[in-house]
């Protein structure tokens, strides 16, 4: 344990909510500022009378990562949130039933996945019991010695399990998903159905490394779960603990500088640090004030952060840096209330386009351009949760995955949104429409909402206008995702979806654990002990 410290978190998102929940854990006297009025970042949600969305992360995937996050913090998931797993976990839509077939339902049961897999492709099912053995292998080895480290210590590659698997691992991560998952399955069904989570981490098959096969053991072995109330309940949850352990909040605060000051010449491993932070500075509607700080945590947008909050010889990663990097999607977001029942839809379901590497070709080549047809999520949660819309009618949920391009504009209200985004949008329900099997869907549609990745840009300072963070291509993975720690301004660290480990909400909840590694000195390469 060190010494109690003054620190500001920068960000009321997920991330910034767990470090400050672990650092005032441990005795620290934390203040948290967030520009929005509401907490939760990405994690947002939306109300139109009777009608509930969450606007950001939508799959519970990988529940014993909040699992130890709450046990360290002398809690446990089921104290503070009402999880419900889902089954089937998901529905896929492969295009018009009358020449693509029937949708396929995906299960949280190998077995169950085994004979559909088996009965779309003979030979397949075993194809599979191998796939999601060897990516629970993979997962189980990610878990123990990458997720959880701070890479700075040589530990975590000189192990003895990493040393027996690493021709294994060296050839997951030089190839690609796409060529790992066709290598082993005809149909293109089911190929979709193993690539599609490298969405989850904002890329495409065709630029993931295979090492994130392991990705698939987690939606059809483990399952999917769902919290009650929302993906908004957890933001509660972590704002509940936060202030419980004395943790200050101030929301319609906006960070505009990290304050520094120059440091004597000293170095810290190969980097010499010439400043150290001495606090932030936020503006209010009340005006600007100085909150003095011994440690900063940026838990907001890594190239805002950088760019804009400190001087240009003070960044660890300036423009330069961001001008070679890969951003994530963008993405159209529809928010609908619907009249009437929707049984043709999941809680979630996806749309795959015939042609996909087309499709993400378009989002992620130079010129980009918006899909058209584009591949699509939906998530309808009053499926599972009776609170999110008004007896008789349904919650949807669309995600659009775009080019990250704020140029393409801000969404709206009613289709008054900027012409692109309402388009895309207009072709999505259009398409659900048509292969659900719900001519009438844009009819019964009596709440409309539309966000584009401009707006992405004005909510949380995003990157591009990006969904989700910088892409987990190989050269932003692991250890080659940019640090948790600033090389110029000692005292300063980052966490969220644009630093280690990377995309998602275990992976923010896990970001905070190695801000807490480091503030202890703690170079161990696991989860840390919970008691």
């Known amino acids: 344990m060190t010494a109690a410290r003054r620190v500001v978190v920068i960000g009321g998102g997920v991330a910034g909510l767990a470090t400050a929940a672990l650092l005032a854990h441990d005795g620290h006297d934390v203040e948290l500022v967030e520009k929005n009025d509401d907490l939760g970042g990405r994690a947002g949600?939306?109300?139109?009378?009777?009608?509930?969305?969450d606007t950001g992360p939508s799959w519970w995937l990988m529940p014993e990562v909040f699992d130890h996050f709450f046990e360290m913090l002398g809690t446990s998931t089921a104290e503070q949130l009402d999880l419900v797993r889902l089954d089937p976990g998901y529905r896929v839509f492969f295009g018009d039933p009358e020449s693509e077939g029937a949708p396929i339902d995906v299960f949280?049961?190998?077995?169950?996945?085994r004979a559909m897999f088996e009965q779309i492709e003979p030979g397949a099912g075993a194809a599979l019991e191998k796939y999601l053995q060897t990516g629970r292998q993979a997962y189980d080895l990610a878990v123990e010695r990458f997720l959880y480290t701070n890479f700075d210590s040589p530990r975590a590659f000189l192990s003895g399990p990493v040393l027996r698997h690493a021709t294994t691992l060296v050839t997951l991560l030089g190839r690609s998903l796409q060529s790992f998952i066709s290598a082993r399955f005809d149909d293109r069904r089911l190929q979709q159905v193993l690539g599609y989570p490298a969405v989850f981490l904002g890329s495409s098959p065709e630029r993931t490394p295979a090492m994130y096969h392991l990705m698939s053991w987690l939606d059809l072995a483990d399952g999917v779960r769902y919290p009650n109330g929302g993906f908004t309940t957890l933001v509660d949850a972590l704002e509940r603990v936060a202030r419980e352990r004395g943790?200050?909040?101030h929301t319609g605060t906006s960070a505009t500088a990290v304050l520094t000051r120059r440091r004597p010449g000293?170095?810290?491993g190969i980097f010499r640090r010439r400043a150290e932070v001495t606090g932030v500075r936020v503006e209010t509607a009340e005006g600007s004030r100085d909150l003095p700080a011994d440690i900063v945590i940026g838990a907001a947008d890594?190239?805002?952060?950088?760019?804009?909050?400190?001087?240009?010889?003070?960044?660890?990663?300036?423009q330069r840096y961001w001008n070679r990097a890969t951003s994530g999607p963008g993405a159209v977001l529809a928010c609908l209330g619907v009249?009437?029942?929707?049984?043709?839809?999941e809680h979630h379901s996806l749309f795959f386009t015939e042609d996909w590497k087309t499709n993400f070709d378009a989002i992620f080549e130079t010129p980009t351009r918006i899909p058209d047809p584009a591949s699509l999520y939906v998530c309808k949660p009053s499926a599972t949760d009776t609170s999110v819309a008004p007896a008789g009618h349904e919650n949807l949920f669309i995600l659009v995955p775009v080019p990250p391009d704020p140029g393409l504009g801000h969404g709206g209200f009613d289709g008054g949104g900027d012409p692109d985004i309402e388009k895309v949008a207009d072709r999505a329900i259009a398409m659900i429409g048509q292969w659900a099997g719900v001519p009438d869907l844009a009819d019964r549609i009596v709440?409309?909402?539309t966000i584009g990745p401009a707006d992405f840009v004005d909510s949380v300072n995003s990157w591009c206008g990006g969904a989700l963070g910088p892409a987990h291509t190989l050269r932003q993975s692991a250890f080659l995702r940019s640090t948790n720690r600033s090389r110029k301004v000692e005292g300063l660290y980052y966490a969220g979806s644009s630093t280690r480990?990377?995309?998602?909400?275990?992976?923010c909840l896990i970001s905070a654990e190695l801000i807490r590694k480091r503030l202890r000195g703690d170079r161990s390469v696991g989860p840390m002990p919970t008691s």
Do not use: C, K, Y
């Open 45 to 53: 949600t939306w109300s139109s009378g009777d009608f509930r969305f």
């Open 247 to 249: 943790v200050r909040v």
């Open 447 to 449: 709440v409309r909402r």
């Open 266 to 268: 000293r170095r810290m």
């Open 501 to 507: 480990p990377g995309i998602g909400l275990p992976m």
């Open 302 to 318: 890594l190239h805002h952060l950088e760019t804009a909050l400190l001087p240009a010889g003070l960044q660890t990663f300036p």
């Open 108 to 113: 949280g049961d190998e077995q169950r996945n």
């Open 339 to 345: 009249t009437g029942e929707l049984p043709e839809l």
